[in-house]
Every structure is written in structure tokens, then in C-alpha cells.
């Protein structure tokens, strides 16, 4: 295998038969030895998380694939933390697109003179350009289209996308006695165009509550696997 790209919290390797090879490590992002997975360097390293954020990256994308939806996901490898995903092109230098179902966190922190905090959402989709120098701003529809980083059709094929996963995710959460806020996805489109699923689906890439308790990344992982 040939080392493409060392990440914060995974490496990727390119195969023989054409794919990649995502390696998760158990190093996570955080400060002053806290984990946040709002952060955007690598904080501490908390042996085992790359082993249950790959066991619940597995679980949710085959739900996902079961249901029609196009993602980058092949298999996974729980001997060796690793799992194998079709190639994909980024959106841009990267992109990540939030879909929020209650009212807290950055987007209540804008918006909070028209909404109280934890009001209810309808699967309020927004997306960020990847860039920690500049703190992940916000794009809108027009601003993607206009700087040629997607079409049209690709937006709104991300959204859809977006609502229709975001419900499964909730779902899975409801049937557990919790109940997701806001989750985070990241898209790529193949040799066609075709926007897919990309990346993981693991607890620090939402936010879930328990009888309105904030439950944290880690603790999420293990009362989701009970």
C-alpha cells in the first residue's frame, strides 16, 4: 500500500485494485488535553477511539447503502482499524455540510435574537468550507455555484442527501432513548460527477442529548453499542 495522505485522525493509503484504504487512529482533536471535536488540531489520544468510531462508521453507512444512498463505503476491517472506500474528489479544498435539528451551538450563537436555545429545527441544512486558518466559514448555495466549487444539481442533491441520512441517524438515536441535534457529513463526487458519502459518521460528528443532557463523544460510542 502506498501512504496518500496522513490526516489528523486517519491515514489513507491507495490499493492495487483502485480504491483507498482509510487507517483510523486513536488520535483525536481537542485542547489542553481535552477531547472537542470542534477543534481543528489533534488534542490528545484516547487508545480504542479509532476502533469504535470505525464500528459505528461501519454500521450507519451500511444502513445508509441499504437505503439507496450513494457513499464512498466498501467494507471495514475491525482487526486492523481499517476500512476500504471507492475514490471520491472533494468538493473544493473540502467542505463539510451540518444538518441541524435543534437550535444550539454555533447556529444558535448567531442566531439567537430570532430563536431560543433547543427550539426545534426541520432538518436546517447549512455548509462550511473547510479551513481552519479561517475558522470554517460559512457558504451559501450561490457563493458554491459562483466559485465553480459545485453545480446546482450537486447542491441539491447534497441536501436531499443530507435530510434523508440525517433521518436515519435520528432514528437509530430514538430507538436508543436519545435524540440527535445536529450532525456533521462531508461529500465527494466520483469520475461522473455523482456526489457521494464520504469520510465517517462517528460520535464526534454529533451532537446528542439524553433527557436534555449533552452526552459526550465517548460516552455516545458506548451507550450506542449497549
Same mark, same amino acid.
Do not use: W
Given at each position: 500500500?502506498?501512504?496518500?495522505?496522513? &490526516?489528523?485522525?486517519?491515514?489513507?493509503? %491507495?490499493?492495487?485494485?483502485?480504491n483507498?484504504?482509510?487507517k483510523? $487512529? @486513536? #488520535?483525536?482533536? !481537542?485542547?489542553?488535553?481535552?477531547?472537542?471535536?470542534?477543534?481543528?488540531?489533534?488534542?490528545?489520544?484516547?487508545?480504542g477511539?479509532?476502533?469504535?468510531?470505525?464500528?459505528?462508521?461501519?454500521?450507519?453507512?451500511?444502513?445508509?447503502?441499504?437505503?439507496?444512498?450513494?457513499?464512498?463505503?466498501?467494507?471495514?476491517?475491525?482487526?486492523?482499524?481499517?476500512?476500504?472506500?471507492?475514490?471520491?474528489?472533494?468538493?473544493?479544498?473540502?467542505?463539510?455540510?451540518?444538518?441541524?435539528?435543534?437550535?444550539?451551538?454555533?447556529?444558535?450563537?448567531?442566531? &439567537?435574537d430570532?430563536?431560543?436555545?433547543? %427550539?426545534?429545527?426541520?432538518?436546517?441544512?447549512?455548509?462550511?468550507? $473547510? @479551513? #481552519?486558518?479561517? !475558522?470554517?466559514?460559512?457558504?451559501?448555495?450561490?457563493?458554491?455555484?459562483?466559485?465553480?466549487?459545485?453545480?446546482?444539481?450537486?447542491?441539491?442533491?447534497?441536501?436531499?442527501?443530507?435530510?434523508?441520512?440525517?433521518?436515519?441517524?435520528?432514528?437509530e438515536?430514538?430507538?436508543?432513548?436519545?435524540?440527535?441535534?445536529?450532525?456533521?457529513?462531508?461529500?465527494?463526487?466520483?469520475?461522473?460527477?455523482?456526489?457521494?458519502?464520504?469520510?465517517?459518521?462517528?460520535?464526534?460528528?454529533?451532537?446528542?442529548?439524553?433527557?436534555?443532557?449533552?452526552?459526550?463523544?465517548?460516552?455516545?460510542?458506548?451507550?450506542?453499542?449497549?
Open positions: 500500500m502506498q501512504l496518500v495522505y496522513s &490526516g489528523k485522525t486517519k491515514d489513507v493509503f %491507495a490499493l492495487e485494485n483502485g483507498y484504504l482509510l483510523f $487512529k @486513536d #488520535d483525536v482533536t !481537542g485542547k489542553d488535553g481535552v477531547f472537542d471535536p470542534g477543534e481543528n488540531s489533534v488534542g490528545l489520544t484516547i487508545e477511539v479509532g476502533d469504535i468510531n470505525l464500528r459505528m462508521t461501519d454500521y450507519f453507512f451500511k444502513k445508509i447503502n441499504d437505503a439507496g444512498i450513494y457513499t464512498h463505503f466498501v467494507q471495514a476491517n475491525f482487526e486492523d482499524t481499517t476500512m476500504e472506500v471507492k475514490p471520491a474528489k472533494v468538493f473544493g479544498k473540502g467542505l463539510e455540510v451540518i444538518c441541524r435539528l435543534r437550535a444550539v451551538g454555533s447556529f444558535f450563537r448567531r442566531y &439567537g430570532y430563536i431560543e436555545e433547543g %427550539a426545534k429545527l426541520d432538518s436546517y441544512v447549512e455548509t462550511t468550507l $473547510k @479551513d #481552519d486558518a479561517k !475558522g470554517d466559514p460559512l457558504i451559501t448555495k450561490d457563493g458554491l455555484i459562483a466559485l465553480n466549487v459545485m453545480s446546482d444539481k450537486q447542491y441539491e442533491d447534497i441536501k436531499a442527501m443530507t435530510v434523508k441520512i440525517t433521518d436515519i441517524v435520528a432514528k438515536m430514538e430507538a436508543r432513548g436519545m435524540e440527535l441535534y445536529d450532525i456533521k457529513f462531508e461529500y465527494g463526487f466520483d469520475e461522473n460527477g455523482e456526489v457521494m458519502l464520504i469520510d465517517e459518521i462517528a460520535s464526534g460528528n454529533m451532537r446528542v442529548y439524553k433527557d436534555g443532557e449533552y452526552i459526550q463523544p465517548m460516552d455516545l460510542a458506548e451507550m450506542f453499542f449497549k
